[in-house]
Structures are given as structure tokens and as C-alpha cells.
């Protein structure tokens, strides 16, 4: 019963939602709640104890309050290819949608 408590109350899985047509990001947990506009997001890469993961926030406080957007990468080969895996499909898209400038390498 503890372990159901703590999965409920510490691990619900929270969705992120980019609504192209206002132009602002939400945060799905139990209800929608905005959290900023386009104009206003940064991503960035925290690095935690030999793993990383990427987040977003607001440009002027991104290190104050940000919201992790990945799972934690390590430097095994599984995790790298799991990392490449997730900036292809979906950190591109979502940084092109927002308008922030991707550089890919070309193939």
C-alpha cells in the first residue's frame, strides 16, 4: 500500500503539452496549468551525478524553476542511442514548432 501511496503521490507521469495556436507551453498533471509562451522558453542540459537530462524554463529564472522534459541519459552505449532516439524525434520537432533554431548535422 505504501509503494501504491508513493507511486500515486511522487510518480504521476506529467505531460507537456505545445499548443502552436496561443503560442504557449502547459503542464498536464491532473488538470492543465500554463507554465510560459514560446517566447519565453530555454532548453538546456542538466548533468546530475554522471547522467543528464533536458529541461526547459523561463529565460530569465531557468535555474529557479525549470521542468524536466527527458529521462536521465548516462554514457553507456544504450542510453546514447536511446539519447540520439529522443532528440531526433522528439526535441527537434518540438524545438522547430517553438521556433528556436536546430543545427543538424547533415547526413
Known amino acids: 500500500m505504501v509503494y501504491f501511496l508513493y507511486d500515486l503521490f511522487f510518480k ?5 503539452i505545445f499548443n502552436r495556436s496561443e503560442k504557449c507551453i502547459y503542464r498536464k ?3 492543465s496549468k500554463k507554465i ?3 517566447d519565453e522558453m530555454e532548453y538546456f542540459i542538466m548533468n546530475e551525478s554522471g ?3 533536458y ?3 523561463k ?15 548516462s554514457g553507456s552505449k544504450a542510453s546514447q542511442r536511446r539519447e540520439d532516439e529522443y532528440i531526433e524525434k522528439i526535441l527537434h520537432p518540438v524545438l522547430k ?11
Open 29 to 31: 498533471l491532473f488538470f
Open 51 to 53: 547522467s543528464c537530462y
Open 55 to 57: 529541461v526547459i524554463g
Open 59 to 73: 529565460k530569465r529564472n531557468q535555474f529557479v524553476k525549470n521542468y524536466k522534459i527527458s529521462n536521465y541519459f
Open 12 to 16: 504521476i507521469p506529467v505531460t507537456y
Open 97 to 107: 514548432a517553438v521556433g528556436i533554431p536546430v543545427d543538424q548535422p547533415e547526413q
Open 36 to 38: 510560459m509562451n514560446f
